[in-house]
């Protein structure tokens, strides 16, 4: 039986959309007759693993020699990260920014700004970049709901914010539209005392402990918040979408969203955020064409490797 083993930086390290793709692209392994396990950099984010039905261990696997291994880590040094891939059968990387130059069976980069990233210091069999390469899973694509029947803007700056962050934002946008705020928190971090202020202040203001994202945005107007992986779930949900790179790995998401019609900071800044935001509520919004097949695409080639090698 073949066995896909993925090791994830999550949580406070690197945030909850990383989680969601590479469990998307492990999903899809499973999907396809493959059995599954999965490691994690520490506890923040196990819940999400668990609701997914994973079990789930901590540190770095190292019985990998007959896996398919799936890494998405930022922590990993590029020697690092080329000898766990070393140990394995086939080794997928997913790699935002190209600069850790690393050797590997498929590297993926699902990223919007993706094909520009110079990879030729790596080496790799295949290049996975791209939207037609998205890992978002299936309910992002699910029957998309009229402008006119959305209602409410998500701000969220990820897995690693408690709120604080989002709060700022939020408290603009509720004196300044009629739309609901929501706030989504993982479930792992304790909502900030500013947060749980703003929202018994302002009852449109309202906190969500780990909602369901896909559902969240689908009925959503926009999402406002980090530039990281959730910015192309709330695109392919149909949500308008003002960011900010919050993160070192978010700077060239930010960079090239508005090369698209996306206003984007490359910095957190709450006030210019909120007014950005409140500007592009209406305004016409940019059509990306995702693959909803991706991961079951990237899947059916490394399995196909696994039998067939080289």
Do not use: W
């Not at 079990?55 to 890494?71: C, F, N, S």
């Not at 000898?83 to 059968?89: E, G, M, N, Q, V």
């Not at 698209?260 to 592009?280: S, T």
Request: proline share 6%.
């Amino acid at each position: 039986m073949v066995r896909a083993t993925i090791f994830i930086d999550c949580g406070h390290r690197s945030g909850l959309g990383r989680l969601r793709r590479t469990l998307t692209l492990l999903d899809a392994f499973r999907d396809s007759g493959v059995t599954a396990r999965v490691f994690l950099s520490d506890e923040d984010g196990a819940s999400f693993v668990q609701n997914l039905g994973y079990e789930y261990e901590i540190g770095i696997p190292t019985d990998l020699a007959d896996d398919i291994l799936i890494a998405d880590s930022c922590s990993l040094s590029a020697n690092d990260l080329s000898a766990l891939c070393a140990r394995a059968r086939i080794s997928c990387v997913i790699d935002d920014l190209g600069d850790r130059p690393v050797v590997c069976d498929y590297l993926i980069n699902p990223n919007l700004y993706a094909a520009g990233v110079d990879y030729s210091a790596y080496s790799a069999r295949k290049i996975f970049h791209g939207p037609t390469h998205s890992l978002l899973g299936a309910d992002f694509f699910s029957e998309p709901v009229d402008d006119d029947e959305r209602r409410g803007i998500v701000v969220s700056f990820g897995g690693t914010d408690d709120g604080a962050l989002a709060a700022a934002v939020a408290g603009f946008l509720s004196s300044k539209t009629r739309e609901p705020i929501y706030v989504p928190v993982p479930g792992y971090l304790e909502p900030s005392k500013a947060l749980l202020d703003l929202a018994a202040r302002m009852p449109s203001v309202k906190p969500l402990r780990s909602p369901e994202m896909p559902t969240l945005l689908a009925g959503a107007r926009m999402y406002v918040g980090a530039a990281g992986a959730t910015v192309m779930e709330a695109m392919a949900s149909g949500c308008a979408v003002c960011l900010a790179a919050t993160q070192k790995d978010q700077t060239q998401n930010a960079a090239y969203l508005p090369t698209i019609g996306v206003p984007a900071l490359g910095f957190y800044h709450a006030d210019a955020m909120a007014v950005m935001a409140e500007q592009a509520l209406f305004a016409e919004k940019p059509k990306m064409a995702f693959n909803a097949h991706a991961p079951m695409d990237i899947a059916a080639t490394a399995i196909d490797a696994y039998h067939h090698p080289a």
